[in-house]
């Protein structure tokens, strides 16, 4: 679809899809703002052109971003395996130890690990490789077994004690 030939109308769909809300895009495309609450409803729902120009235009934006994504995502040639391998070395790198030292760089303390980034890591990498299963403990109290008068007549008897 070409650009709107009512450029008010353009503005307008061009502020929308940018993310304006309708009301401030109805008076940055230079309509009043007394009427811009109901009338900026209007003008995008009520005239298919610009309800059309605004659908273009946002899905335009979103194939650029995709688009902009997979360019990067190729350039930098991220993929699983280097993000898995970014987590194992993350894992590595966290469980090794690290003395304490001073401000004059003498030990002072014992050695310290990041094992909460490790585990983090871990869980990161096993998620990816499917290796957790959520599990679900059922157990069942002896009670459940129980009627509801045998529950009432125990109940009167820890009652009584």
């Not at 009301?23 to 495309?29: I, N, S």
């Not at 096993?126 to 403990?137: A, D, I, P, S």
Request: charged letters at 30%; one cysteine or more.
């Amino acid at each position: 679809m070409p650009v709107l030939q009512n450029s008010r109308h353009e503005r307008f769909a061009q502020a929308v899809a940018s993310g304006s809300s309708q009301t401030r895009a109805y008076v940055d495309a230079g309509y009043s703002e007394k009427t811009a609450r109901s009338r900026s409803s209007v003008l995008a729902t009520k005239y298919p052109d610009v309800s059309d120009r605004i659908r273009e235009l946002i899905e335009e934006r979103v194939r650029q971003s995709e688009e902009a994504t997979r360019i990067a995502t190729e350039r930098l040639a991220i993929d699983r395996a280097w993000v898995l391998g970014q987590l194992v070395d993350s894992v590595a790198s966290a469980k090794v130890k690290v003395p304490v030292l001073d401000r004059n760089g003498i030990q002072v303390g014992e050695y310290c690990r990041d094992l909460t980034a490790a585990n983090k890591a871990l869980e990161l990498i096993g998620k990816e490789l499917g290796m957790f299963v959520e599990r679900k403990v059922h157990t069942q109290s002896p009670f459940d077994a129980l009627s509801l008068d045998e529950k009432r007549a125990l109940l009167d008897v820890l009652l009584k004690v």
